[in-house]
């Protein structure tokens, strides 16, 4: 009898550490809700959710790839070099190409840069058999830099109304945006835990040795997980150049560490196997809450980091900790 | 019981295998019977883990042919091998931790429904075939809902070995099944292997381990492999431990694979 009270505690202290990322997120908002005088209220609520759209999106992307057992360091850089080119093909600014095509095109092209950069790295992993670490390294360094190259770098503006309409229009006063994260979630969770595709990504992730033994194609799979990740990176991007109504070169810039961090706040394991969209998705708005709670608070901005840098080691530490109720 | 009369059901022949310079395998040659359990043997090194990746299509002979009931075999990939009737039981289990036990057992055969032409995971169908394949492999695992990190080593081999109970139809190949086992769940899978080959009239096994007893237990003929050459093949009756601990350690090398034929 003993021993079924103590497995069912186990259990309990197991769930409870496998929704913490949630629990801290209500802990939180309820903490800053009460403290912070102005953080209560639905619009800040749903402004929290509609800054958190870029970091949840490019999440998403970076789950796929770390359960699989890889990183892609390269998920900023596509979304910058996708923002970056979708307005240097559509906007009427003189920095602009001057091609002004229409707004459907340049999503074409940018989607198809996405997918080429996935293909890039999935090739040097998977043919080469180079550490996905180091080859998203290298795309993370060139493929911003290659957009700048091509646009001169100049920040430009003006963007035809089919383009700004992504981010302006709203539905019951809540942002299409939000909608959209919130869309891709449940599509991206549902075929993570419920499609072939998905579940063979956790197999790939938990014992590669185990995929190939019985019959899993992991090398299609690699190449279709970065391509994923690489679309999912450029369409954050050309959201990005809709709401901002424009680009610069430096966009977007230092989103890889806010991702890696939603992502590990969320549950995702580095070492592959562990995690799910519904964690993350409480990652990105944790983040999210914070920098809220501190810009209304005006404390310095440098506080965020100090928080964020406590997070990772409070996520990992508790992650090691769930390990301990075996 | 002779194996004369019987039919051979997979015939490993001239087989030979190189990783770069080193030879893991060295004109491999014997049979095995229909409805038999052929105890594979030798030292670490000897080539059996190899021999057992080669049958079971995880990759293919240098040299050499492999027949399996009627025809050549030449296998791409490990899941031409399970369509043919070829199951393996890993020696490194081939267990995802960050999984549950239904999960591992049908791992690149889950089952799935179609839900307006998608293909959807069907995890409760998956739960109850894995309740009666464990039960029938005899190991209790308390929950299967549980992630396989979380179970013993016995309950992780229980369902390594129920993929053999639930797909092992033609020719099981066992690379040391008790490896992680305590004494009396040794004894159940020896009685599982036992009762498939009596059960299973149409299969045949292939058992690799490093405990002699246990060999000479359950199979019917033992096969000594040393250094990646066959070194002499026994039927069990007519054999002991010590002249096939000589043949494993080299002390006599006399009928050089054909005796037992």
């Known amino acids: ?326 | 019981m002779t194996t004369d009369d019987k039919k051979v059901f997979l015939k490993i022949d001239d087989v030979s295998k190189y990783f770069g310079s080193v030879t893991a395998l060295s004109n491999v040659s014997f049979d095995v019977y229909e409805n038999e359990i052929v105890g594979l043997v030798g030292d670490n090194g000897a080539g059996k883990s190899t021999l057992i990746k080669i049958i079971s299509g995880n990759f293919p002979p240098d040299s050499g042919k492999i027949y399996f009931q009627d025809g050549i075999i030449r296998f791409s990939n490990p899941s031409d091998a399970r369509r043919a009737g070829i199951e393996t039981v890993y020696q490194d289990l081939s267990i995802c931790d960050n999984l549950d036990a239904p999960s591992n057992l049908f791992i690149g055969r889950e089952i799935y429904k179609k839900v307006l032409g998608l293909e959807i995971l069907n995890m409760a169908e998956m739960k109850k075939k894995t309740k009666e394949i464990i039960s029938e492999v005899g190991i209790k695992i308390p929950s299967i809902d549980e992630k396989v990190q979380y179970l013993s080593g016995g309950q992780r081999q229980a369902i390594s070995l129920g993929r053999f109970i639930a797909w092992g139809k033609k020719l099981i190949l066992l690379d040391e099944p008790t490896a992680a086992l305590g004494v009396r769940e040794t004894r159940k899978v020896l009685d599982l292997i036992k009762r498939t080959k009596e059960e299973r009239k149409e299969a045949s096994i292939i058992l690799i381990s490093h405990n002699l007893q246990q060999v000479f237990e359950i199979v019917d003929r033992i096969v000594v492999l040393g250094h990646g050459k066959v070194i002499g093949i026994r039927r069990t009756k007519e054999t002991n431990t010590d002249e096939i601990v000589s043949l494993i350690t080299g002390a006599i090398f006399v009928n050089q694979g054909k005796k037992g034929k």
């Open chain 1, 1 to 326: 009898m003993n021993i079924v009270q103590e497995d069912r505690n186990k259990k309990i202290i197991r769930a409870f550490l496998n929704n913490i990322v949630w629990i801290i997120f209500l802990f939180l908002i309820v903490t800053f809700s009460i403290g912070i005088n102005g953080f209560f209220s639905i619009d800040n609520y749903i402004n929290i959710i509609y800054h958190s759209v870029f970091i949840g999106i490019l999440a998403i992307a970076e789950t796929y790839v770390l359960i699989s057992g890889n990183m892609d360091l390269s998920v900023e850089s596509t979304a910058a070099c996708s923002a970056i080119i979708s307005v240097w093909l559509v906007s009427s600014s003189p920095y602009a190409s001057g091609l002004m095509l229409q707004t459907w095109v340049g999503f074409v092209v940018v989607i198809a840069i996405g997918a080429s950069v996935g293909l890039f790295n999935a090739f040097f992993v998977v043919k080469l058999k180079i550490n996905a670490f180091l080859v998203t390294l290298s795309s993370y360094i060139f493929v911003r830099a290659i957009a700048i190259w091509i646009t001169g770098g100049y920040g430009m503006s003006g963007l035809p109304e089919s383009f700004r309409f992504i981010d302006r229009i709203k539905l019951l006063e809540i942002p299409l945006m939000v909608f959209l994260m919130f869309a891709l979630y449940i599509l991206f969770e549902f075929i993570l835990k419920r499609s072939r595709f998905g579940r063979h990504i956790y197999v790939l992730g938990g014992n590669e040795n185990a995929a190939r033994n019985f019959g899993i194609n992991v090398n299609r799979l690699l190449f279709k997980v970065f391509i994923l990740s690489g679309i999912i990176s450029a369409f954050a991007g050309w959201l990005m150049g809709a709401r901002a109504n424009g680009a610069v070169a430096s966009m977007g810039r230092g989103y890889l560490f806010e991702v890696l961090t939603a992502v590990v706040i969320g549950g995702v394991s580095l070492t592959g196997g562990v995690g799910s969209l519904a964690g993350v998705f409480a990652g990105a708005l944790i983040l999210s809450s914070i920098h809220s709670a501190l810009n209304i608070t005006a404390v310095s901005p440098f506080i965020t980091n100090v928080i964020q840098g406590f997070l990772i080691i409070i996520a990992v530490s508790l992650d090691s900790i769930k390990r301990m109720f075996k």
